[in-house]
Structure formats: C-alpha cells, structure tokens
C-alpha cells in the first residue's frame, strides 16, 4: 500500500514562506487536500484538489504540486498559522479506495 | 449553524463495545457521504469508515474490518460507530466529518476515486484499557 511522508516539523519566523512538503507514490494519480489542527482543536480543510482553497481560508494558503510531491505553501506566515499540518490523498493500487493521510508536519512560528 | 456533535466515547476494557453518535446540522445531511477518523493521542490522523448518502456502500480501514459497523439514520441527521473487540489501539478521538466524494480523472473516461473531509465534529475520546 501507498504511504505519504511528511517532514516532522518546519520552522519559520513571522512573515516569512512556509513551506511543507508531502511525497508519495501515488500522488501523481490522485489530488491532494490539506489540513490544519490546532491541538486540541479538530482539524481544518485549507486546501483540496491539490491547488484549491476553501472560502474562509486565507490567501496566504496555496498548494502545488509536481511528480511525487505536493507542496503547501504559506505565504507571510503568522502567529496563528502555528499548527499541525496532514496531507491526505488516496491509495488506488489495493484495488479499494483507502485514504490515506500524512504523518503530519508540526509549523513553529519563531 | 452547520455543525457535527459527536457522543459515546468511553473508558471501555479490552475486547468491549461501544457505539458512538454524531448530530449533524445546517447542512443537507441525506445528500452527504459520512466517515469516522480517528486520532490516537498525541499521533496522526487515520481515516477508519466511509457510508454513501443512502447507506448503500461502506468501506472500512483494514484494522477495524469486521469490528466495526458504520452507519446512518437521515431521519435523524445521525451517524454511528458501532464498535466491538475493542484493543488497545483502537484507544482514539474519533472525529465525525462530512466526506465529499472527489474524481480524479487519468483520461477522458478512465477516474480514480478519493474522499476528503470538508465538515469536523469536535470529536469524542474512546479509550481502551484494563
């Protein structure tokens, strides 16, 4: 089955671009969406379809993707973006359709 | 106000039971695919169960296969999680989300098909210990 990797953490200072990576196999087949959990809080969708960005969510959220990886990137990162961040997506190979998710990134805003 | 409400998490032993509840609200429920995902503490996020808008179709991560039942009432906005031979690991928040169904299409007829959660519950903690 597919996994999706994600780096444990990134760290930024305020204002500057955020950027965290999500590498998988099957990510050239599928779309990737995004999510943001603030502990405790539930999750939070900020992008879909690999580049999408749900009303509500701020322009500073973007993603790309290229290959075997997408990319969420934010721009101007601030005190609230602090977060853990999950990539999602799909494993097609089994032959069922299980999602999958990321082990997560941790953003630390210095 | 759209929102989900979920209910039932306990402090079960091993190899117990447990149903668990979600209210919907604010939203057209019976046009909805639901799932449960779940979070062990201080760990990631693990999809667990899928239902289609008429309960017609459910899909189920590996490790709870045969343990658990997902399911729905659209007369009452509500989803269920009934679990039973409760481990250890099973020991989670569960979250109740709202799960659109997305398609990836390869080529002009051929798609691959994916879920992802639009609309959380708070979720409800389900711990299994002795």
């Known amino acids: 089955s597919s996994e999706l990797t994600q780096p444990p953490s990134v760290s930024v200072s305020p204002g500057q671009t955020a950027r965290i990576t999500c590498s998988g196999d099957?990510?050239?087949?599928?779309?990737t969406y995004w999510y943001q959990q603030k502990p405790p809080q539930a999750p939070v969708l900020v992008i879909y379809r690999d580049t999408e960005r749900p009303s509500g969510i701020p322009e500073r959220f973007s993603g790309s993707s290229s290959g075997t990886t997408v990319t969420l990137t934010i721009s101007g990162v601030q005190a609230e973006d602090e977060a853990d961040y999950y990539c999602?997506?799909?494993?097609?190979?089994?032959?069922?359709?299980?999602?999958?998710f990321g082990g997560g990134t941790k953003l630390t805003v210095l | 106000e759209v929102q989900l409400v979920e209910s039932g998490g306990d402090l079960v032993q091993p190899g117990g039971s447990l149903r668990l509840s979600c209210a919907a609200s604010?939203?057209?429920?019976?046009?909805?695919?639901m799932s449960w995902v779940r979070q062990a503490p201080g760990k990631g996020l693990e999809w667990v169960a899928n239902i289609k808008q008429d309960g017609s179709e459910k899909h189920y991560v590996d490790s709870v296969k045969g343990r658990f039942s997902i399911s729905r009432d659209n007369a009452k906005n509500s989803l269920y999680l009934v679990m039973s031979s409760l481990r250890v690991e099973d020991t989670a928040v569960y979250y109740c989300?709202?799960?659109?169904?997305?398609?990836?299409?390869?080529?002009?007829?051929?798609?691959?098909?994916?879920?992802?959660?639009?609309?959380w519950g708070r979720g409800t903690l389900v711990s299994v210990s002795s």
């Open positions: 989300a709202r799960a659109p169904r997305d398609y990836y299409f390869y080529d002009t007829s051929g798609y691959y098909i994916n879920w992802f959660f639009d609309l």
């Open positions: 099957a990510l050239p087949n599928q779309y």
């Open positions: 999602q997506s799909a494993d097609n190979s089994g032959g069922t359709f299980p999602v999958i």
């Open positions: 604010g939203f057209t429920y019976n046009s909805s695919w």
